[in-house]
């Protein structure tokens, strides 16, 4: 049977009106029977209004009573209003689960952020260093000289700094550059030249780290990294693998492994390749994190990850970001990269994160610091060491705030 244009408006008003008079009932059996159909049952999905239409269109087949609420109801979910509706319905059932879920993930990372030893062992090194000296302290000495090595041991320094290259006949040599420019005024590169052919350092090296100052010294020759190990067999070395070369990797090794230094000579690099092929070569050395998995810590530190996921270096050695403007960046450039530099600060120089760190036995060494206000300010953010290029300003800094150690 069909209905004229005036029933079918009638039926839609009656609709309407039992919908509007049955929300929350109509609501109910919506969410609970018709989401999962195109029809609605008389049963299930609107008996009351099937019971409703009978009375007042007392010839209509209970078939037809059922396409129109299918027809009705199709229509009134595809209105915006009651998308909408729905939205917002489930959108709060989502927030419900979500948002206890979230508030409990945070509460435990926090917890777990301060108190990490819950989950992790202590890593336990054979050394703890808080005054570090860089390139073998290069402001008061020629760097990476058996001098320069030698005036920091005598500051009291705790740990050497230092980077390797080989020589064309296989020598492993303490140098900051392969090109031997900088250095010496020779434009060549080491691996050209024998070990005896070396040029000796200029008699005055700027200092890389703080712009306008020299140092200078009696002694200008290059040094064996054996030599180094021979004279002084207690003082822990960090060592920076600079260039992929697997023979420079491996005569580091050896030698590490024939004067026993394994537990006090560390694994140093910015490259994450370069690191694997350190570690694979001697897996008994402790190592720092390179520049990918500096940015991963980070990404775990603020994502709440980190107290969750084990960490395998022992050192942290990152620039302390207030030195950068005054040394890699021109001065006329300062003013345009000074916010840079302020917002890499405070992403990067978090307290709970090296405190998190340090509970755990990683060392934070942060560099280089060359002033008073630079050391202190390394320390006050949490750092276990500082690296300088000054070792008597750090000793005598260290010496009045005994209770940095």
């Keep these: ?32 029977d018709f989401y999962g159909s195109d029809r609605v049952s008389a049963e299930a999905g609107g008996g009351f209004l099937h019971s409703y239409l009978s009375v007042h269109f007392e010839s209509l087949s209970s078939d037809r009573i059922e396409d129109l609420l299918t027809s009705f109801w199709i229509s ?41 030893l819950i989950l992790h062992k202590r890593k336990r090194t054979a050394f703890y260093c808080t005054h570090i000296s860089h390139r073998g302290g290069c402001g008061e000495r020629i760097e990476s000289t058996m001098e320069a090595f030698t005036h920091a041991v005598e500051q009291g320094t705790q740990m050497l700094e230092l980077d390797c290259h080989l020589t064309h006949d296989g020598h492993v040599v303490v140098s900051h550059d392969e ?27 700027e200092v890389t780290f703080f712009s306008g100052r020299f140092s200078g010294g009696a002694d200008r020759k290059f040094t064996l990294l054996e030599d180094l190990f021979r004279t002084f067999p207690q003082i822990p070395i960090s060592i920076e693998i600079k260039e ?20 006090i000579t560390v694994w140093a ?11 694979r070569t001697n897996s008994s050395m402790p190592y720092s994190f390179t520049v990918r ?50 917002l890499l600060e405070k ?36 750092a276990t060491g500082v690296m300088t290029d000054y070792p008597t300003l750090l000793s005598n800094y260290l010496l009045r705030n005994r209770n940095q150690d």
């Design 1 to 32: 049977m069909s209905l004229s244009d005036e029933q079918r408006n009638r039926v839609t008003q009656i609709l309407c009106q039992c919908c509007q008079a049955n929300s929350e009932q109509v609501r109910d059996k919506e969410d609970k």
């Design 76 to 116: 009134q979910r595809s209105s915006p209003e009651t998308q909408t509706g729905v939205l917002k319905r489930r959108m709060s059932g989502f927030l419900f689960f979500i948002l206890p879920a979230l508030g409990g993930y945070a509460l435990t990372s926090v917890y777990l952020l301060k108190n990490p």
């Design 179 to 205: 090109n031997l420019l900088r250095e010496t005024g020779n434009d060549v590169n080491m691996s050209s030249l024998d070990w005896q052919d070396l040029p000796l350092y200029k008699d005055r090296l």
């Design 244 to 263: 992929n070369n697997s023979q420079l990797i491996k005569k580091v090794s050896d030698l590490v492994k024939t004067y026993n230094r394994d537990e």
């Design 269 to 279: 690099t910015v490259n994450s390749n370069i690191m694997r092929k350190c570690r």
């Design 293 to 342: 998995r500096g940015v991963l810590l980070l990404l775990l530190y603020y994502s709440g990850l980190l107290p969750f996921v084990p960490l395998g270096e022992s050192l942290l050695q990152f620039y302390l970001p207030r030195i950068i403007n005054r040394t890699f960046i021109p001065q006329k450039r300062v003013l345009r990269n000074r916010l840079i530099i302020s």
């Design 347 to 382: 992403v990067t120089m978090r307290r709970g994160l090296f405190n998190h760190l340090a509970a755990r036995g990683i060392q934070v060494h942060l560099f280089v610091c060359n002033e008073e206000e630079d050391i202190k300010a390394a320390f006050d953010v949490g």
